[in-house]
């Protein structure tokens, strides 16, 4: 490569060198063309006189031989249409002149002598011939023509040098351009190089934007994931809150019947809606949309007045407005729930030093005036008698990540999820505040006139079970795992507890049981596992499969064994085992 | 300059120049021999080997020395020219060349006497309007000829056409 470039470099200059000796020799050779015609161009004007004089001698010879100077001097006077002709003598054989003519006013030579010191001053060019007859010189004739002007031979040369300029402004344009193209080449290359060069720290830093691209993106999903947990934790407090609040009330030692049959109720609800918010969440994870159901909006409202009680505290009174007609929505009652839940406790949130919340229905068409929605809609309005917001606060309420709640107090995500649950269902969110005086957070949902599907309703279990038998019951979790047992027991049963597959194997081997409860997800053996091992060495034991993670029985498969979802109710439990004990 | 003018002096014959006036006689001697150069007789009438073209005179010679001088100072082809005088009874048998002189009516004898024989004749407009191939005229003080080139064809002759174009009028052959 070093020798190339040395070599290129040596010859770096070639181009001009050889143009300049190109044009050099192109202005040689039109010199020496310019004096090769000059000089041809005399001995060629020579000649030619020298052909004239001598057809003119052949022409004249009778008439020289007879003297017959008339005839003679028609010949010579044929010569006058040549007009660079500039005079013609015929002497005889003596050299007198018989005949000719001079083109300019002087007097004609009488004799050859004459005429040729005539020819020999001027310098035209003189043709002689001799007028022979049979071999005998019978007279001269002689000639003289002009020699062309110089000045057109000068047109003639200039032309020549003309052309000559031109071939070497050619040839110099050529060897410039192509001086300059062997340098644009020479560049280009360098810039390709460079170009290679720069294309591979480019690989480099796209690879190294790419990494971060990857780390920002993995850095956005955990952000997103503590988002997310946020949120969840801030639902799942608001229903632990009525858990809690409900379980300390059934503490109470003098509560009425009826007051700790409400508790129960509220705490079975809140547990209802909380195993919904963890299926809502499963089913976010799995990106499947979520079914909406018919919903009598002021049965819900008046349903969940206990569970606002107890969550926005005493120092709040909750006021409901309910509209006398019908108000029937086609929404997913968990997420309207949690709607009018965040609603609520943000309302709670602006009266820190308590007010009154009010809650009210209302149907009616839209006022929208910047959509063309014109549906019969379901205003579902939250009032309360906080501080309210600034212009500033309220046009930024529904951006997610938004919050003028102290750290760790709010997600900023609870108002845009409420706007996003809205618009999902076909409806709107709308906010109007008054600083000091309140804020009034309006979900407009269409309204449906699809009949009601009833809501399942707490029913109180009672305690006597169909069928027991012998349980063996195995869950790693000790929390869970007592409180199946204690259920079992409740229902009955006799229960043997094992907190793994391999214990519950051991178990079983040790002794007789009507039905195994498993857990399907347990650290060494699946439930499924266990069941499979069951099933080969007692096949005549009925298996039962729990789970809270479905998601492994869709992978795995329950092999046409019941599976109980969690959290499950006592119900749901004794049914199941009814049915594996018969 | 003087030599020049003392060369022209030398030159008594040089026809057509101003500074000397020949003759009718001696032009016409002059030129009677010239003829031979411009003219080409049939194979068989030139004379065979060395032997000279004969010009013949037929009739009254009027030349007299003038033409034997003239004669002898040509030759043609390398041949000499001979002057032969012929009597009244010669019918001219290999005679080139014949200047038939005398009356018209005595030169159309001449002229019918050559018959068709390839000669060449010449005839003078002082002896009348009897024409041979050539015939002699004054013109403008000059001496000048008519060339009958039709005849000279008929005797298988041919005339150079720089004679032609030196005749005042040419009979053109057919």
């Known amino acids: 490569m070093k020798r190339v470039t040395r070599l290129v470099g040596r010859f ?85 002149r018989v005949a000719g003519f001079r083109r300019d006013a002087g007097d004609s030579p009488r004799n050859v ?80 190089a460079a170009l290679v060069l720069s294309n591979a720290a480019l690989k480099v830093q796209i690879d190294e934007r790419e990494k971060a691209e990857e780390q920002l993106r993995q850095a956005q999903k955990m952000q997103a994931l503590g988002l997310l947990t946020g949120g969840i934790a801030h639902d799942f407090n608001n229903l632990l809150t009525v858990i809690q609040g409900s379980a300390d009330m059934l503490c109470r030692p003098d509560l009425k019947p009826e007051r700790r049959l409400r508790y129960a109720e509220a705490i079975v609800q809140a547990g209802e809606r909380a195993a919904a918010l963890t299926r809502q969440l499963l089913a976010f994870a799995r990106r499947q949309p979520l079914r909406p159901e018919t919903i009598d909006v002021n049965a819900m409202v008046a349903g969940m007045i206990d569970l606002f009680d107890r969550t926005l505290g005493e120092r709040i009174a909750i006021r409901t407005e309910l509209s006398d007609d019908a108000c029937v929505v086609e929404a997913d009652r968990a997420q309207l729930a949690s709607a009018l839940l965040n609603i609520a406790v943000n309302a709670r ?33 939250v009032a309360d008698t906080g501080a ?77 079970a169909r069928r027991t038998g012998s349980v063996l019951l195995v869950e790693d979790n000790d929390a869970v795992g007592e409180f199946a047992e204690s259920l079992l027991s409740e229902l009955g049963h006799r229960v ?32 499924i596992e266990l069941a499979e091992q069951l099933a080969t060495e007692r096949p005549e034991l009925r298996v039962v499969l729990t789970t809270g993670f479905s998601e492994e029985i869709a992978l795995s498969g329950a092999g046409g064994r019941p599976v109980i979802l969690k959290p499950y109710r006592l119900e749901t439990l004794a049914t199941v085992l009814d049915e594996a004990l018969a | 300059m003087i030599g020049v003018i003392a060369l022209l002096a030398a030159v008594p014959f040089a026809p057509c120049t101003t500074s000397a006036q020949p003759s009718e006689d001696a032009v016409k001697a002059a030129f009677l021999p010239k003829f031979a150069h411009y003219v080409a007789w049939p194979a068989a009438a030139v004379p065979a080997g060395d032997a000279p073209f004969v010009l013949c005179i037929m009739g009254p010679d009027p030349f007299g020395r003038l033409i034997d001088a003239a004669a002898a100072s040509e030759s043609i082809d390398g041949r000499p020219l001979a002057v032969r005088r012929l009597g009244a009874s010669d019918n001219g048998a290999g005679c080139q060349m014949a200047y038939l002189s005398g009356g018209e009516r005595q030169v159309a004898q001449e002229i019918a006497a050559l018959g068709r024989q390839p000669t060449l004749t010449v005839t003078d407009a002082r002896a009348g309007n009897a024409h041979g191939i050539i015939h002699f005229v004054l013109s403008g003080g000059r001496v000048r000829f008519l060339i009958d080139d039709a005849t000279a064809a008929e005797r298988g002759i041919a005339i150079n056409s720089r004679l032609l174009a030196l005749a005042i009028s040419v009979k053109q052959r057919p």
């Open chain 1, 12 to 96: 770096r200059n070639a181009p001009v060198i050889g143009t300049a000796v190109l044009v050099g020799l192109l202005v040689l050779i039109g010199m020496g063309a310019i004096v090769q015609s000059e000089a041809s161009f005399r001995s060629q004007k020579q000649q030619e006189a020298q052909v004239q004089a001598a057809i003119l001698a052949a022409s004249v010879v009778a008439a020289l031989d007879f003297g017959d100077a008339a005839t003679a001097q028609e010949a010579a006077d044929a010569m006058r249409a040549n007009g660079q002709m500039r005079g013609v003598g015929i002497y005889d054989r003596h050299g007198l």
């Open chain 1, 113 to 192: 002598q004459e005429s040729r010191r005539l020819t020999a001053s001027s310098e035209s060019i003189v043709g002689e011939a001799p007028v022979m007859r049979g071999g005998e010189r019978i007279g001269l004739v002689r000639l003289s023509v002009d020699a062309q002007p110089f000045e057109t031979r000068v047109g003639t040369y200039l032309l020549v040098g003309l052309l000559v300029i031109m071939a070497a402004l050619v040839v110099t344009v050529l060897g410039v351009a192509q001086g300059a193209l062997r340098r644009a080449n020479r560049a280009l290359g360098e810039r390709a």
């Open chain 1, 349 to 381: 949130d602006a009266m820190p030093d308590g007010g009154t919340l009010t809650i009210s229905t209302g149907s009616g068409r839209t006022s929208s005036d910047n959509d063309d929605m014109d549906q019969p809609m379901i205003a579902l309005s």
């Open chain 1, 388 to 464: 309210g917001m600034d212009a500033a606060t309220l046009a930024r309420a529904m951006e997610p990540f938004f919050t003028t709640k102290g750290t760790g107090k709010g997600t900023g995500l609870g108002l845009s999820q409420v706007y996003g649950f809205a618009t999902q269902s076909g409806g709107d969110l709308r906010i109007a505040s008054i600083p000091g005086k309140g804020t009034t957070v309006t979900l407009l949902l269409p309204s449906s006139d699809k009949p009601l599907v009833a809501e399942e309703q707490f029913q109180p279990i009672s305690g006597s």
């Open chain 1, 496 to 527: 043997v507890r094992a907190r793994s597959g391999e214990e519950a194997l051991e178990r079983v081997h040790g002794g007789k049981f009507d039905v195994v409860l498993t857990d399907v997800v347990m650290p060494v053996m699946s439930g």
